[in-house]
């Protein structure tokens, strides 16, 4: 048996790839100049889905207990609820 050798793994260079063109489209609509209410939630939407993405696939909550996957989700969407609230 060889050791030191890794599988390629696709999942976590897709939420890598998946994070940037977030980051990228979160950027493009804030350089815009125009915070509609369209607009807001677009990028509150991309926040909620970041966040996520490093929390369950970098951070590796998903093997995590249960607790703390529903403290994550509840904290992201409380998080989404302020922003929502200020924004839209």
Do not use: E
């Amino acid at each position: 048996m060889r050791t030191g050798t890794k599988q390629f793994d696709f999942g976590n260079h897709l939420t890598l790839l998946t994070l940037l063109c977030l980051t990228a489209l979160a950027y493009w609509v804030a350089d815009t100049g125009t915070m509609s209410p369209r607009s807001s939630t677009l990028v509150i939407a991309a926040m909620v889905l970041k966040f996520s993405g490093i929390a369950f696939f970098f951070m590796d909550l998903k093997r995590a207990h249960w607790f703390w996957k529903a403290f994550v989700a509840v904290y992201v969407f409380t998080l989404a609820a302020i922003f929502s609230s200020i924004y839209i």
